[in-house]
């Protein structure tokens, strides 16, 4: 009997990324995340199942859309705009097929291991000209367990060189499990504080913690990632905390810090949320550059991803 090949939901494919890995590299976004970070850049990553993007201004207002709706999640006003009841919205997609405009399209799409390979394989050749391959970010990888270890087998069987990017919540065996086919961790750390942690990301850091310091004892190659989040992680007590936490760690030289931007505010509003950090603002450079000093005081390698 042939056995099914196993899907995941994913939410975008990106090529040619030069700054998740060592050359050219493929990026699998993952769907699905146990974290509520405030300041997600990608709010279309968090849960577990497709969603509906919709854009206003490329809105015609015809109304196919309200018409094409069965179960009348979408209602139109008098002067033609229309909105969307997501309660009673049972994502059909017939409102992206009757739309002529492309105002409405699908956030995540299910792929099989077999067509995600078929698409990655496609860059085999940048690949072995770089010395690049397969980043897994998300949302989180680990929260698609089979489907991500799967993945990054049948990128081994073809030596390509496979990356996770993680937030580390989930249990220990799945972490575990999956490093034996991962080559590199971007392992992201938010806070150190775990009540400050809880009220910026939704849960505690403990779990995070602990399973990076077990990482540490079978697994040489960790990157820390930051983000570095004004009012949040970006005082100096915050990156002093950061610093004293991973110098424990003989397997961990190096930490990328992400300034904080406003990238994904035009997300929240395609899917019909309010954008967390409104109002707040960019860091300002010198005080990005006095992180990085900082912590390359501290003998540890450090670069801004921004």
């Known amino acids: 009997m042939k056995t099914k090949d196993p ?22 976004f993952i769907k699905g ?16 199942q497709t969603e509906i993007l919709y854009d206003e201004k490329r809105c ?16 139109q006003d008098s002067r033609g705009k229309v909105s969307h009841d997501y309660l009673n919205c049972r994502l059909c997609g017939s409102c992206i097929e009757a739309c002529p ?7 995540g799409r299910w792929i099989t291991v077999a067509e995600l390979m078929r698409e990655i394989e496609r860059d085999l050749p940048f690949f072995r000209r770089s010395g690049g391959g397969v980043t897994l970010g998300g949302g989180e990888p680990m929260s698609q367990p089979e489907f991500v270890e799967r993945i990054l087998k049948a990128c081994k069987e073809q030596n390509i060189h496979t990356s996770i990017e993680t937030c580390g919540y989930a249990p220990w065996e799945v972490l575990k499990r999956l490093a034996n086919y991962t080559d590199l961790f971007f392992y992201d750390l938010k806070q150190i504080d775990p009540d400050l942690h809880k009220q910026w990301t939704g849960v505690s850091n403990q779990v995070i ?6 990482l540490g004892t079978i697994h040489s190659q960790i990157v820390v990632r930051y983000p570095l989040i004004p009012g949040v992680n970006d005082s100096d007590p915050d990156i002093l905390a950061l610093i004293k936490f991973i110098r424990g760690f003989k397997t961990i030289h190096k930490v990328e810090i992400s300034p904080y931007h406003r990238y994904g505010e035009l997300k ?4 019909g949320r309010q954008y967390p950090m409104q109002g707040v603002q960019t860091l300002p450079e010198k005080r990005v550059n006095e992180v990085l000093a900082l912590i390359r005081s501290c003998n540890l390698d450090c670069e801004s991803l921004h």
């Open 7 to 28: 899907h995941g939901l994913v939410f975008d494919i990106q090529r040619y990324s030069i700054k998740d890995g060592p050359g050219l590299r493929v990026l699998v």
């Open 209 to 214: 913690l602990r399973n990076l310091e077990e």
């Open 60 to 75: 015609y207002e015809c109304g196919q859309c309200v018409i094409a709706c069965q179960t009348k999640a979408l209602i």
């Open 268 to 271: 929240y509003s395609l899917l």
């Open 101 to 107: 405009s492309k105002a409405r399209k699908w956030a």
């Open 33 to 48: 995340c146990p974290l509520r970070c405030l300041w997600c850049s990608n709010p279309e990553s968090q849960t577990s």
